[in-house]
C-alpha cells in the first residue's frame, strides 16, 4: 500500500523555536509538496520540489525553507516559529510525469500550534 | 487552470447514490477534471479524474458532459465514511505543481 508519512501528528512549539517537519514517501516520487491548510483559506501551497535538491517556491514561502536531500524525503523548516504558523501541515507526493502526475498522495497531516 | 464551481454542501441517505455535481464551463481542451476528498482531520485522498469519456474506478464514476462544460462525481452506495469535503479540480495533465483546492462541497451521509 502507497504511504506518505509525516513525523508527527501533533506538535507544539513556542514562539522563535526552528521547527523541522518531516515527511517520507515509499512510492518513488519524483515530486513532493507542502501545503499548510487553514479555516476558510483552503489548502496554500509552500514549497515543492521535483527532484533530489530541487525546490520551487510556492504561494507562501515566507517563513519557510526545505530540503530535500534524498528522493523519499522533504523536510519543513520553520526558522523561527511565529503564532501565525499555527497550522495544519500536509505532505503530498506525486509522479514527476505522465498523466500521473497531478494524482498528489497526501500524508496525514501534523498540527502545529506554535505558543 | 479553469475555474470551477461547487456547491457548499450536500446530503445523502447511507446505500443511496450521492452525485456531487462541479461547473467548470471556462475548461480548456487539454485540461482534465480531478476529484479529490478530504475525510475530516485526514489529508485529502484522489478519487478519480477524467478528459472527455466517464470514467469508474473501486471508489466512483466520473460523468462529464459532452460540453465538457460540467462534470458529476457519483458514489454509488454511499456509506457514512464517505463524509467528506468534496473538491473538484480542473488542470492540464501536465502541469506540475499546486493543485487549487476551492472550498468544495461538503457531502454528509445520514443513517
Known amino acids: 500500500d502507497v504511504k506518505v508519512t509525516q513525523s508527527s501528528r501533533y506538535l507544539v512549539k513556542r514562539t522563535g523555536e526552528k521547527v523541522f517537519l518531516e515527511c517520507v514517501q515509499d512510492?518513488?516520487?519524483?515530486?513532493m509538496f507542502w501545503y499548510r491548510q487553514d479555516p476558510g483559506l483552503g489548502l496554500r501551497l509552500i514549497y515543492f520540489?521535483?527532484?533530489?535538491?530541487?525546490?520551487e517556491k510556492g504561494d507562501i514561502p515566507e517563513g519557510y525553507s526545505v530540503s530535500r536531500e534524498k528522493k523519499e524525503r522533504f523536510s519543513l523548516i520553520l526558522e523561527s516559529a511565529s503564532t501565525n504558523q499555527t497550522s495544519m501541515y500536509l505532505c503530498?507526493?506525486?509522479?514527476?510525469?505522465?498523466?500521473?502526475?497531478?494524482?498528489?498522495?497526501f500524508g496525514p497531516g501534523t498540527r502545529l500550534t506554535v505558543l | 487552470d479553469a475555474k470551477t464551481t461547487q456547491p457548499p454542501s450536500m446530503d445523502c441517505a447511507e446505500g443511496r447514490a450521492a452525485n456531487l455535481p462541479c461547473n467548470h464551463s471556462?475548461?480548456?481542451?487539454?485540461?482534465?477534471v480531478y476529484w479529490y476528498r478530504q475525510i475530516h482531520s485526514q489529508g485529502p485522498q484522489y478519487i478519480i479524474h477524467g478528459l472527455k469519456n466517464n470514467e469508474t474506478n473501486e471508489m466512483a464514476s466520473l460523468i462529464i458532459t459532452e460540453d465538457r462544460k460540467s462534470s458529476t462525481l457519483i458514489l454509488p452506495h454511499a456509506t457514512l465514511r464517505d463524509t467528506a469535503v468534496y473538491y473538484c479540480?480542473?488542470?492540464?495533465?501536465?502541469?506540475?505543481?499546486?493543485?487549487?483546492f476551492g472550498q468544495g462541497t461538503t457531502l454528509q451521509v445520514k443513517p
Open positions: 471556462t475548461i480548456s481542451g487539454n485540461e482534465y
Open positions: 512510492m518513488d516520487h519524483e515530486n
Open positions: 503530498a507526493s506525486s509522479l514527476g510525469s505522465g498523466l500521473a502526475v497531478n494524482e498528489q498522495f
Open positions: 479540480i480542473v488542470r492540464v495533465a501536465s502541469n506540475t505543481g499546486k493543485l487549487i
Open positions: 520540489s521535483y527532484d533530489v535538491k530541487m525546490k
